[in-house]
């Protein structure tokens, strides 16, 4: 059985296409886990009405994305678990090609599908690709590139193939890959999480795999926002967090010299001439964090963010 698990957080509609092309496309032998992640209304009487199927999990707490999962985890009982951007909609024999895909190959750990920009009606122009697998993080930079990305689906990839990290928006993990390597750190909150689970996978023996067979649509930025304080904060928190927990100390030391080198005055700077303060100030933020953050518990509070969302 493969247990679905996927994230509501103040946007009910976009789950709900989520849960109708999974009612199209899950086929027989599935069971779906809604997490509710403190949003401001509960869904909770709706998804028992309209999908009663649902396994629904109310927080009322955000636990933001890997607390989110993991407490959907908790509630599943299949034997692969299959993680799903609400903003994701899954089309025909997804499920199946990355079963085929595992079954193939033990050692695979995590596997994500070729994952698409979704369009207003998908199938009615060019897919675009958002996902095909991606390089490893730079051990200077911090930085690393996403193969296909933006470029016309003409069918060009057809092998599945390793790569360096899974895509959070559609991951599949066998529950014993999952016993083994244990679940998601929760102190990342938003963004890197999965960069992160995918090297604790694989330091647990495993090997993280793309499957292009497979495909999935992903409405990219929907709940956070293509620009704004949380995400700026986020991401370049937990970029420096990712290498903090992930490379060498002599790493960690030479990343640290790029970093105030280049990466602080260049964002500085381009902030700045936009007099984009708020995302300056959120940017700043973010780098402080990871000085004056030096011990973090596994069960830690994620820090409050203050910032207003622009």
Same mark, same amino acid.
Request: charged letters at 20%; glycine letters at 6%; proline letters at 4%.
């Given at each position: ?36 992640? %403190? ?59 990355? *079963? %085929? ?13 070729? +994952? ?8 009615? @122009? ?15 930079? &911090? ?7 933006? @470029? ?23 529950? @014993?890959?999952?016993?083994? &390597? ?33 495909? +999935? ?36 030391? %030479?990343?640290?010299?790029? *970093? ?21 100030? &959120?940017?700043?933020? %973010? +780098?402080?964090?990871?000085?004056? @953050?030096? !011990?973090?518990?596994?069960?830690? !509070?994620?820090? !409050? ?6």
């Amino acid at each position: 059985m493969v247990s679905i698990i996927t994230i509501n957080y103040n946007s009910l509609e976009v789950t709900c296409e989520l849960l109708e092309s999974v009612r199209r496309f899950g086929g027989k032998d599935i069971e779906v886990v809604v997490v509710d992640n %403190a949003s401001v209304e509960d869904p909770g009487n709706f998804l028992k009405i309209h999908f009663p199927e649902v396994i629904y999990v109310r927080s009322e707490k955000n636990l933001g994305f890997a607390g989110g999962n993991n407490l959907g985890i908790k509630a599943s009982k299949g034997d692969f678990l299959f993680f799903l951007n609400n903003d994701a909609e899954l089309t025909a024999g997804a499920i199946e090609t990355l *079963l %085929a895909l595992f079954s193939t190959n033990s050692g695979i750990g995590i596997a994500s599908p070729k +994952i698409c920009y979704h369009n207003a009606r998908p199938g009615s @122009e060019p897919d675009v690709i958002q996902y095909l697998g991606t390089t490893h993080v730079h051990p200077l930079t &911090a930085r690393n590139s996403t193969f296909g990305e933006r @470029e016309i689906d003409n069918g060009q990839y057809q092998k599945a193939q390793p790569t360096a990290y899974a895509h959070g928006a559609a991951m599949m993990v066998p529950r @014993e890959v999952l016993n083994k &390597a244990g679940m998601m750190s929760e102190d990342f909150f938003l963004y890197y999480e999965e960069l992160d689970w995918c090297e604790q996978i694989r330091r647990a023996g495993f090997d993280v795999w793309v499957e292009p067979n497979a495909k +999935i649509y992903h409405k990219e930025s929907y709940s956070v926002g293509k620009i704004s304080a949380l995400k700026t904060y986020y991401i370049n928190r937990n970029r420096l967090f990712f290498m903090r927990r992930n490379r060498t100390k002599g790493q960690w030391r %030479a990343f640290c010299v790029f *970093l105030f080198m280049f990466t602080i005055p260049k964002n500085t700077l381009m902030f700045a001439l936009k007099g984009d303060w708020v995302n300056l100030k &959120a940017f700043l933020k %973010a +780098i402080r964090w990871n000085f004056t @953050e030096q !011990t973090i518990r596994p069960d830690s !509070t994620p820090l !409050t963010f203050s910032l207003r969302a622009t």
